[in-house]
């Protein structure tokens, strides 16, 4: 069984800038693609960041020049270096990965960033 756990959410001042990780524990032989959604309340979930096991990288149009998302492949963690930060970046934060041999998507618990004005 492939589980996620985030860290690095909290509170941070509009223009600061925060780190998140998601690490996968488990019987895991590689992660197909890995990325980073956000659900405010009252709103969908979206996509934030996504990166393939190649490394492609692709993010959603209102975080694109603030945020970065980064993964280590040895390790199966993904980051996102999110700097610049706006109080409508506020939201709890998920990670997903996708297990190559199996193709199941596996998401973490979720972590929340307030961004105060």
Known sequence: QVQLVESGGGLVQAG??????CAASGRISSINAMG???QAPGKQRDLVAG?????HTNYADSVKGRFTISRDNAKNTV???MSSLKPE???VYYCKMIVTSSGLEVW??????T???
């Open 79 to 81: 980051d996102l270096q």
């Open 36 to 38: 980073w959604y956000r």
């Open 108 to 113: 973490g618990q979720g972590t929340l960033v």
């Open 51 to 55: 990166i393939s096991l190649s490394g």
């Open 89 to 91: 970046d506020t939201a």
């Open 115 to 117: 961004v105060s004005s």
């Open 16 to 21: 600061g800038s925060l780190r998140l990780s």
